[in-house]
């Protein structure tokens, strides 16, 4: 069973900057593409960055040049480093993980940042 589990979220003020983690369990981490998703109250999940499993990374426009994704396939980890946090950051923010060949997908249960002063 896979399990992912983030953490790292919280209370920001406007411009502060936030260290998400998601740590993963239950299979092999560098076969998985991984990504972190957000969610605001009333709107879609959307994508904020992925990592493949090769490296490579895509950001999404909004938060391009004040994020950084990165993985530690020895600790099983995937982070989200935000900086310059807006208000419109405000979000759940989910873990992803997606099989590299088979596509299978998993999602953590999210951590919740809060950008407000």
């Known amino acids: 069973q896979v399990q992912l589990v983030e953490s790292g979220g919280g209370l920001v003020q406007p411009g502060g900057s936030l260290r998400l983690s998601c740590v993963a369990s239950g299979h092999i981490f560098s076969l998985y593409h991984m990504g972190w998703y957000r969610q605001a109250p009333g709107k879609q999940r959307e994508l904020v960055a992925t990592i493949t499993k090769g490296s490579n990374i895509n950001y999404a426009d909004s938060v391009k040049g004040r994020s950084t994704i990165s993985r530690d396939n020895a600790k099983n980890t995937v982070y989200l480093q935000m900086n310059s946090l807006r208000p419109e950051d405000t979000a759940d923010y989910y873990c992803?993980?997606?099989?590299?060949?088979?596509?299978?997908?998993?999602w953590g249960k999210g951590t919740l940042v809060t950008v407000s002063s």
């Open positions: 992803n993980a997606k099989h590299f060949w088979s596509g299978a997908e998993y």
